[in-house]
């Protein structure tokens, strides 16, 4: 089966799809995404995901370029046309092509590309055995909020955890705290058993796993504590994880070379990712 895109209001085979040169996501990032994770063949909390993409549009200012009811249907239609039962959807929004110009064209029209492959569950060796996460400075800019396509910085921090055999970066800030992973949500589990993650405000991506996830936590009667933790909290954690659409949640067991509590996934990271699929919504 020929693998078929959506772009710019045609399905056509991956060969022949391709956007205008001068295309704003091309020349400057000026674009925004989402993945959204394809389970049965059906989507995997498609409406949290659609919300996320129209906040970002808006704070970029670019003009939604279908409804939400023509875009699930474009979305249900690419993973159709490529008979993807396991995978996931790309989706990515442009605010167009136009002349090179830093400033916003007067007249372009967003550009819409919707891809759809398939791909294995996530490996069960990363929940069974756990993942290396390595630390990096945190070089992004002040609106990590936004699901921009500008991905440099996570581009060179996932490259950098490769080449050191780690599958994650978690960023570090100024002042020693983690944000987030390169393309994933950071946690800890403390000593005294609470559940750690940054608060959702400029410096991450809110993460919709991370959403889902505060769920299976309150309905488990986990302690929480939203708030920033350092690297050294990180080194002395009781256990340690990463969530994502891809990912869901995964246990880390080394970090910076260093074991995580015992060096196996931990008790609170495998029951989350054994519950969270109760609580994701299928669509
Ligand atoms: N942070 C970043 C920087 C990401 O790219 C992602 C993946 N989209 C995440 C966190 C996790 O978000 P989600 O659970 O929505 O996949």
Request: charged share 25%; proline share 5%; with cysteine.
């Amino acid at each position: 089966m020929s693998r078929i895109a959506y772009v710019a209001g045609q399905y056509l085979p991956h060969r022949q799809a391709a956007v205008h040169i001068e295309d704003r996501g091309f020349q400057f990032a000026d674009g925004v995404y989402e993945v959204i994770s394809v389970v049965g063949g059906r989507l995997v909390d498609a409406e949290r995901h659609l919300k996320r993409l129209k906040r970002s549009l808006g704070e970029l200012r670019i003009p939604a370029p279908l409804g939400d009811a023509a875009l699930g249907i474009v979305l249900h239609e690419v993973i159709r046309r490529n008979g993807v039962d396991t995978g996931i959807v790309y989706l990515q929004v442009t605010r167009g092509a136009a002349p090179r110009e830093h400033a916003f064209p007067k007249a372009a029209k967003p550009t819409l590309v919707v891809t759809s492959r398939r791909s294995r569950p996530p490996d069960p060796r990363l929940g069974d055995d756990g993942i290396a996460v390595i630390t990096i400075p945190d070089i992004r800019w002040q609106r990590c909020d936004i699901k921009s396509v500008a991905l440099i910085a996570n581009v060179l921090g996932k490259q950098q955890a490769r080449e050191k055999g780690a599958y994650e970066a978690w960023q570090v800030d100024q002042v020693g705290q983690v944000t987030e992973g390169t393309s994933t949500n950071a946690w800890i589990v403390t000593c005294d058993g609470a559940v750690v993650t940054r608060p959702a405000d400029f410096g991450i991506l809110r993460g919709i796993t991370r959403t889902v996830l505060l769920d299976v936590i309150a309905e488990q009667g986990l302690k929480f504590e939203e708030r920033p933790f350092t690297m050294d909290e990180a080194y002395t954690a009781r256990e340690a994880f990463i969530t994502s659409a891809t990912q869901f949640v995964t246990p880390v067991v080394r970090l910076d070379g260093r074991p995580v509590g015992n060096g196996a996934p931990g008790l609170i990271a495998t029951a989350l990712r054994r519950d969270f699929h109760d609580h994701a919504e299928i669509a």
